[in-house]
Every structure is written in C-alpha cells, then in structure tokens.
C-alpha cells in the first residue's frame, strides 16, 4: 500500500467530522472588499507630521546658506572678498618679482612670458573661486578680465620672444604691466590694501 493512500485513510476519519459552511467564501470576499485602501490614519498621523517638520528644517537651512553666502552683500562677505583679494595680491606680486629678465635673450624673454602668462591665469582663477558679495561684483569682475588681458599680452610677448623680436615683447610685456595695474586698481577700489602698485 502506498504511503500517501495510508495518509489518505488516516485523515479521512477528521475530515468527516469538519463540515465547511457554504456561504464562507463570501463571508471572506466581504471582509476583502470592506478593507480600507488607504492606512489606517493612526499610521498616517505621524507620517504627515514627519514631512512636515522636514520641510521646515529644509526651509530653514536654505534660509540659513542665503542669508550667509555673501549674496546679500553683508559686511562678513565683504570682508572675505577683500581677503581673498590681498591674497591673490600677494602671490602675483611674489609671482611677479620672481619672473625678471636677467639676460636679454629670446630665450629668456620667452620663459618670463610664460611664467606671467601663468602669474595672470592663476590670479584669475583665484578670484573666481571668491563668492563675492552684490557690491563688490563688478569691481571682481572687472579685476579679472584685466588679468586675462594681462595673460595674453604675455602669451604674445613669448611668441613674439619666440620669433627673435624682442622690441615686440617689451612692448607686450608693458601692455601686461598695465593690464596688472588695472587689476590691482579694480582691487583696491574694493579695499584690498595689499593690492597697491609697488613702490
């Protein structure tokens, strides 16, 4: 006999005593269809007030970084303007007295461009990196595109090194010294004090 017809035998003496009411299967489609779709409120409750008191955090955060970027034109972002400046003035002018012409070759000429060209650009870039207040703006602004002037003033007085024409590259390389001084004015009318033309 196999195992199953012997289970088969076993539980036929309980299944005889369950008897199934016939209107179960609708008793339980009815409680199905009665179920809320949505959850219960008390679940919901503290969901909602969840959201809510993220929201206000995210509101007051964003309050928090507008009012304190330097957008506003507060006196503790111009200050951090006018610091970023005489830092950017210190390099250039370290930078600068570095880059002299000792030798007056083409070769020599044509290093000390690049080198300011260099000097010029990073200055630039220092300036971008400054998140600068509405008032000082423009006078940032202005002070970087006479630093990228400058940088290509002496990209052409390495070339023109490069070419043997020194007459040329002195001539840039006064066009980049005004370039830098127009810079500088640009600072110090923001109030860099260590932007001021050497003297």
């Not at 083409?106 to 290093?111: F, G, I």
């Not at 650009?121 to 006479?146: E, F, P």
Request: hydrophobic share 45%; aromatic share 4%.
């Amino acid at each position: 006999m196999n195992v199953e017809v012997r289970l088969q035998d076993a539980l036929d003496a309980y299944r005889a005593q369950v008897t199934v009411s016939p209107d179960l299967l609708g008793r339980i489609e009815t409680r199905v269809e009665r179920r809320p779709a949505w959850p219960n409120p008390r679940v919901l409750r503290p969901v909602a007030i969840a959201l809510v008191v993220i929201a206000m955090i995210a509101v007051s955060i964003a309050v928090l970084r507008s009012t304190t970027s330097g957008d506003g034109g507060s006196a503790a972002a111009h200050q951090r303007t006018v610091a970023g400046a005489d830092r950017t003035c210190d390099a250039l002018t370290s930078g600068i007295a570095g880059a002299r012409i000792v030798f007056e070759t083409p070769t020599a000429y044509a290093s000390v461009a690049a080198t300011r060209a260099d000097l010029a650009r990073a200055a630039a870039a220092r300036l971008r990196r400054i998140n600068a207040s509405a008032a000082d703006r423009s006078n940032l602004t202005s002070a970087i595109a006479h630093f990228g002037a400058a940088a290509d003033q002496a990209e052409r007085a390495r070339a023109a090194a490069q070419g043997g024409d020194l007459a040329a590259a002195r001539g840039e390389f006064d066009g980049f010294d005004g370039a830098i001084a127009r810079a500088r004015d640009d600072l110090v009318a923001m109030g860099a004090t260590r932007c001021q033309p050497e003297g």
